[in-house]
């Protein structure tokens, strides 16, 4: 009887290391082929506060962290990434964020993800002229 229930905690533990190394407890993400792992190391490995993550037709998602002050800082990250792009910041009204440039409107939507981390969903063009 020792037995079995030493072998049932080894699988025990085992499952767990395999649901911490995988980030499998975090939420799932609303972009197809992309594990929570895989982004948040693409967002470890970056110099910036801000990382790339996907690209999915004519929109780009980012990722960045709240770092426990709630959205406000990932706005913050957001807002320095968009405006070196010559855009500039007009507001935010809920989980939008408006930028103008040369008569264009840009909107970039931000989802909190977890406590921790913030994702982010902005046209591809923002980038370009």
Do not use: H
């Not at 767990?16 to 929570?36: H, M, Q, T």
């Not at 103008?100 to 909190?112: F, N, P, S, V, W």
């Amino acid at each position: 009887m020792k037995k079995v229930g030493f072998i049932l905690g080894i699988v025990i533990v085992i499952i767990g290391v395999f649901i911490f190394v995988n980030k499998l407890y975090y939420p799932f993400l609303p972009i197809e082929n992309l594990s929570a792992k895989e982004a948040i190391g693409k967002l470890k490995k970056s110099d910036s506060k801000i990382a790339e993550i996907a690209v999915e037709g004519d929109f780009i998602w980012y990722i960045t962290r709240s770092e426990n002050e709630g959205i406000s800082i990932a706005d913050e990250n957001i807002k320095q990434m968009v405006v070196s792009n010559v855009w500039e910041f007009k507001e935010k009204d809920g989980a939008g964020l408006f930028f103008e440039k040369d008569g264009k409107r840009l909107i970039a939507t931000t989802q909190m993800w977890t406590k921790n981390y913030v994702l982010v969903k902005i046209p591809s063009n923002f980038k370009k002229s």
